[in-house]
């Protein structure tokens, strides 16, 4: 092994550009190991201790950066000192966005921009209904990503908004696609004439996904955050998205999805709908759908796309039957490769409106259904760690998440515990969502893969994936991992809730 | 640009240009570095805040310069490691009874814009303190940089130290660490100083954390917190300063709201205030938050 080094006089970097050049220098081809430090006694005597101190180092000081290389051959040694420069750089632009400026208040944002037109919010609860205030009085669309937004304020946000023609996407709104620009936790989807309007955060990424993947396109996704739809607020928000897209010219066909409202909301809501000469497929999910409309996320995509397409609904029932029916095969293929008394099916879920989603086809096929966040006929399970009967769990619930990041973006939470659910004798399935798109983990794919090969030995591993193959995980890509791993993908959590309770539904007849 | 504070720790006088950051540009003078910084950054004993700051300035900036030639030293040598030509050219800060000028700029502050680094006595003395305490020392665990010294309060995290630097790093700090609580307290210390990547190196970020935790312990402890300053002082006039500020219970405003909110009854208080620590630098904010939890956790220099 050959170690080589190099002293900067008087350079100061942040830790975390270090780490990171540190590591893609040991990355390299040829490269054992690599370092870059301050020239402090202490680090010296760590590169010593690691074998990666270089003769001339000893002449360096407190304030001089260490690049060390430990290399199979001088030549890669060499080369990888050579591209340190080109590596610092890289890195500063992630670091600090070089180009970019930062600024750090509303009022600077619109220095540097002055023809924005909307402002993200997403500060601590406490404050961000007086920076969403000062957002509207400048003029701008607001969307609240934060939540914790007392209720007072956001009827007067939405009440000041309506007034001045304005919208207000939130609080607690995770996502919305506005002219084509995905916004917090949205995917890539196709531009086209289907315009949403959810108060269902992951509902809406699953609509727009399937939409997109089914070649049709988004002009507008709207969120409104869940609370919009309830009696206090009165569906402000929702009623100014709906007439926004009635009006747009872009779009042909409104989808609307939500959990149900609250009666007088529905109302409003219906009265509303009858005055757009537009197509408008509605989804309240769980509310039952006595005018034979859509049941499911995916229906109700579906649905929008054939009506956009000048197709009849009744084709995408005719379409979903079928697919139902070989739905039933994998059940029984499945279901007879369990072993006596596993019978539970164990779903946890990253996105909420999934996890409800799950639990109303549920309560269609099988008994013994709880959730932490229950939904339907489900009834409340007493202790969310640990799973009774058929379980259903919301991971994204406050109960989860205080002092960690969503389980869209960190996975140990759900790992840990798809291994426990694995281990339990009475489980049969686990059930999983797996949500790509902007603000999700990078590479869920590697995340779950190593997780799902050693459940897999034991119960069924069914999931779906919310994505696109524009998104930066790529859908594909990752369903070709998740599948090479042994899970059974589906391309919807509706097809997947199906799966699932088919599996347990046969397990319960043996 | 706004003056937004001024720290109280800053005093007349003119101070060379040292170094520029995306957020900050400091200036030296004596051993003591004083920095304009953007709002992001926040208060601190000898910081100047101004309100854009960020959107009005600078390219990125890379490097700093070598303390000998922000000495304002003549020597052939101090001028060779001055850094690049754009920064010779940035102005002293000009400080003045009410009045600084950066960046041939004049702003007039006044004593209530001054930022008061210290705390109230009886501050850390809430019956809300430990348990509020023993929630930052989880949050340290859950929301760290996984780099961060925070392995040091959970054995699992060790395995984010990957390389054979990385594993040796973890190994010198968990060292020096069983040095200063369980063994010889000065040679944990030395151990410590200077050990970890960045400006700061996170052993210096955690002692200053550990001088933090003394002071609040009261006078008591103000021999050792010295002894501890003593063996921990470097070349390294970004640790020295901030490290000689820990010592004297001198607080940037991150950290003096996270003790401040120890002491009262809000869980959620405690939440904002270690979340807004833990932004501080890549790891700076993690390593000084487990310096501070495991003195006061392990009762080091109580009497």
Known sequence: ?510 | MTLVSIGDQIEEGVYPFHSRFRRAVNFQQNDRLVSVVDEGVGDGPLNIVLQGLQESAFEQLLVGADRRAARGSSTRRAQRSRPTSRMNCAAPLEISEGKFVFEGRAYRFTQEDRYCSTLEAGAGLSPHFRHNLFLFGKLLQTSSHPKSLAFLLNDQRTDNFRSGFERTFAEQVRYGVSQIFFGDRLKGVRTLSGCGLGLTPSGDDFIAGLLIGLNLRGTGSRGLANQVFAAARSDNVYSDTFLDLARRGRLFGRMKNLILALGRESEDDVRKCTESLLAVGGTSGADLGTGFFLTLWNGFGAS
Do not use: W
């Not at chain 1, 202490?42 to 690691?50: D, E, F, R």
């Not at chain 1, 309007?197 to 509902?203: F, H, I, L, N, S």
């Open chain 1, 1 to 510: 092994m050959i170690v080589v080094g190099q002293i900067r006089k008087g350079a100061y970097f942040d830790s975390v550009t270090l780490m990171r050049v540190g590591k893609e220098l040991a990355g390299r081809k040829g490269v054992a190991d690599a370092a870059m430090v301050m020239g402090t006694k202490s680090n010296k005597a760590i590169l010593n201790s690691s074998g990666l101190l270089a003769a001339r180092f000893k002449d360096a000081g407190d304030t001089d950066l260490l690049v060390a290389v430990k290399a199979d051959t001088q030549a890669a040694a060499d080369a990888a000192l050579a591209v340190v420069d080109g590596l610092l750089k890289q890195a500063l632009k992630k670091t600090s966005v070089s180009s970019e400026v930062h600024p750090t208040s509303l009022d600077g944002a619109l220095r540097v921009m002055p023809d924005a037109n909307l402002a993200l919010i997403s500060v601590a609860g406490r404050y961000a209904g007086d920076e969403a205030m000062r957002a509207l009085e400048n003029g701008l669309h607001v969307m609240l990503f934060s939540d914790n937004v007392p209720l007072e304020k956001e009827i007067e946000l939405k009440k000041f908004a309506q007034k001045s023609g304005l919208l207000v996407m939130g609080p607690d709104c995770g996502t919305a696609i506005i002219n084509g620009i995905p916004l917090a936790f949205a995917n890539v989807v196709n531009r086209g004439n289907i315009g949403i309007v959810a108060a269902a955060g992951t509902g809406l990424q699953e609509v727009s996904c399937i939409i997109s993947n089914e070649g049709a396109g988004v002009s507008q996704a709207i969120g409104t955050g869940g609370r919009d739809v309830k009696k206090e607020v009165g569906g402000i928000m929702f009623l100014e998205s709906l007439k926004a897209l009635a009006k747009d010219q872009t779009t042909r066909v409104i989808l609307l999805v939500s959990k149900p409202p609250h009666s007088e909301v529905l109302r409003r809501i219906t009265k509303l709908v009858k005055t757009i000469r537009k197509p408008v497929v509605t989804l309240f999910i769980g509310a039952g759908t006595r005018g034979g409309g859509p049941s499911t996320l995916e229906e109700a995509a579906l649905t929008a796309v054939a009506v956009a397409g000048g197709k009849k609904p009744e084709d995408v029932t005719k379409k979903l039957a079928a697919r139902d029916a070989e739905l039933r095969q994998i059940a029984a293929r499945e279901a007879a490769k369990r072993k006596r008394g596993q019978k539970y099916v164990r779903g946890l879920f990253s996105g909420g409106t999934f996890c409800a989603e799950a639990q109303i086809l549920f309560s269609r096929m099988i008994s013994g259904v709880y959730s932490n966040a229950p939904a339907g006929k489900a009834k409340h399970l007493k202790n969310s760690l640990n799973s009774q009967k058929n379980t259903v769990i919301d991971l994204g619930e406050d109960e989860f998440t205080v002092g960690r990041p969503h389980p869209m973006i960190d996975y140990t939470l759900r790992n840990r515990r798809i291994l426990d659910e694995a281990q339990d004798p009475a489980t049969a399935v686990i059930l999983l969502d797996v949500v790509l798109g902007y603000g999700s983990h990078p590479d869920p794919a590697a995340e779950l893969s190593g997780v799902i090969r050693q459940a897999r030995k034991k119960v069924a591993v069914v999931c779906s994936i919310t994505g696109t193959d524009k998104d930066p995980q790529n859908r594909s890509r990752v369903e070709v991992a998740l599948r090479k791993a042994g899970a059974i993908v589906m391309p919807s959590n509706a097809a997947a809730c199906q799966l699932a309770g088919g599996i347990i539904q046969l397990l319960g007849r043996r």
